[in-house]
């Protein structure tokens, strides 16, 4: 019950996000800017869009095609955590000109307010594209 009740909460927190939110992480650093949102597919009482972003530019009719023009190098990602992201959703953050981009699961975000994201963790421990 705990669980669904999280879960609940964390989905309305979701739906707030939109491309272009700036990312901070838990040491209030910036990580970079919202560049594309997979919510979760577990949970179909309780539909959600697909995917919030540049979706014109993603494929989500099937797993791989989904995955591969979001990471930029497929290889990097193991299949265990392939099927976590599709499964869980994640947040795509570009890191900017010089920075790295990087991959949020939904579950390591903390809050979202009305133009920022803050999650739960550093930016190192980020999923590093």
């Known amino acids: 019950m705990t669980t669904q009740f999280r879960r609940n909460s964390n989905q309305d927190m979701i739906t707030q996000i939109n491309e272009g939110m700036v990312v901070y992480d838990c040491q209030d650093r910036r990580v970079g800017v919202v560049e594309f949102v997979k919510f979760t597919d577990e949970d179909t009482s309780t539909p959600l869009p697909d995917a919030v972003g540049r979706i014109d530019n993603y494929s ?51 809050d979202v307010n009305h133009d920022a994201v803050t999650l739960t963790v550093t930016r190192d421990e980020l999923i590093l594209l």
Do not use: H, K
């Open 60 to 110: 989500t009719e099937s797993f791989w095609g989904g995955l591969t023009t979001v990471f930029d190098d497929p290889d990097d990602i193991s299949d265990t955590m392939r099927s976590r992201l599709v499964r869980e959703g994640y947040l795509r953050i570009d890191g900017g000109f010089l920075a790295p981009d990087r991959i949020a699961l939904l579950d390591q975000i903390a």
